[in-house]
């Protein structure tokens, strides 16, 4: 595919969508429901579809028995963090070796023409972004995942909390089952909002933003601290009437979905002219500038409170001009 069709590339060789990003229609008044309608293919297909189809594997094929759920033991627990290990391991790998590894596309629409590997940092363990956001993905991200995964799934087995099934609530569950990556990018743009705070910034939320031009395995390269409070979204499965398909397929939602904001590329190309929109650029813009796009614009919460980064020339005169206001005000206050 030519890349330049969709977008620039600068002296740098880094490249950016011609067209300014766009927040869902979704909390507009007076409601849009034509654009609505032509927004939810783009929602649904292919991620979150593909995370629904995971879970719904995961749950009829690769969790055990209710009757098992009922004992935290070590066997089941352990298998299950096997078993997420896996996932991770053969989703974000995948990403991480066609595109960063084998360069299948080399540098076509990305967004950083540099690449990970090609920039050694002390930040780093080992100095390697992919080698230290492995160890932290692999040693904390995967396990804090299992252990919501195992609480809920006990919680279910146990008859703590508001269980149904899909015969006794058919609409509300498939209702859930579309609000679900909503509820997730809002009560993402609410932590992500506080851990922006400074003093939790300086001893948190750093470790995440090292990766300024992040890949696949900076996904879940987090603090334990960033990492509790990030999955901590599956709690509403205790609140609200759900099953545990509906969990899982949260958990992929946030777990495998976390992968969608930093795969680097604006598409994956599938062939000469065809290629598949990853939905990267809003939080690879957050990384690349930290106080912009907390969330990535299903919620619209950035551009309410004055964050919203969309590309374009304006929304970057607007952030600095922010910038310049707030080191105004900082340098008032140290005078």
């Not at 002296?11 to 939810?40: C, H, I, M, N, S």
């Not at 023409?113 to 160890?135: G, H, M, R, T």
């Not at 149904?164 to 009560?187: D, K, M, N, Q, Y």
């Amino acid at each position: 595919m030519d890349d330049l069709k969709f977008g620039t590339r600068d002296k740098r060789g880094d490249w950016k969508p011609a067209k300014p990003l766009e927040t869902a229609p979704l909390f507009v008044l007076p409601p849009q429901p034509v654009r609505l309608l032509q927004w939810l293919p783009g929602y649904i297909f292919p991620w979150n579809i593909l995370f629904l189809a995971i879970g719904a594997a995961l749950w009829f094929w690769l969790t055990p028995s209710a009757e098992t759920l009922k004992t935290l033991a070590p066997g089941w627990v352990s298998y299950l963090l096997v078993r997420n290990a896996l996932l991770v391991l053969i989703f974000f790998g995948a990403l991480e070796l066609r595109l960063y590894v084998k360069r299948r596309q080399g540098t076509h629409f990305k967004y950083n023409a540099k690449f990970p590997a090609e920039q050694p940092s002390d930040v780093f363990y080992f100095k390697s972004q992919n080698i230290d956001n492995a160890i932290r993905t692999f040693g904390l991200g995967v396990p804090f995942w299992t252990a919501y995964e195992v609480f809920g799934l006990w919680a279910y087995a146990n008859g703590i909390g508001p269980w149904s099934t899909f015969a006794a609530h058919p609409i509300w569950f498939v209702v859930f089952a579309l609000a679900i990556p909503v509820w997730h990018e809002f009560h993402f743009y609410c932590i992500h909002r506080l851990i922006h705070v400074p003093v939790l910034y300086k001893w948190i939320h750093y470790v995440h933003h090292n990766s300024v031009n992040p890949s696949p395995w900076s996904s879940l390269s987090m603090h334990p601290v960033e990492s509790f409070l990030y999955w901590s979204d599956s709690l509403i499965h205790l609140i609200l009437p759900s099953h545990p398909l509906l969990l899982l397929y949260h958990l992929q939602v946030t777990g495998s979905g976390a992968v969608i904001g930093h795969i680097g590329f604006d598409k994956i190309e599938l062939g000469n002219d065809q290629g598949m929109d990853t939905h990267a650029y809003a939080h690879y813009l957050h990384h690349k500038y930290f106080e912009v796009n907390y969330a990535d614009g299903t919620t619209a919460l950035d551009k309410l409170f004055g964050t919203w980064h969309d590309g374009s020339k304006e929304a970057q005169a607007r952030m600095e001009a922010r910038y310049a206001r707030k080191v105004a005000q900082l340098n008032q206050q140290n005078s």
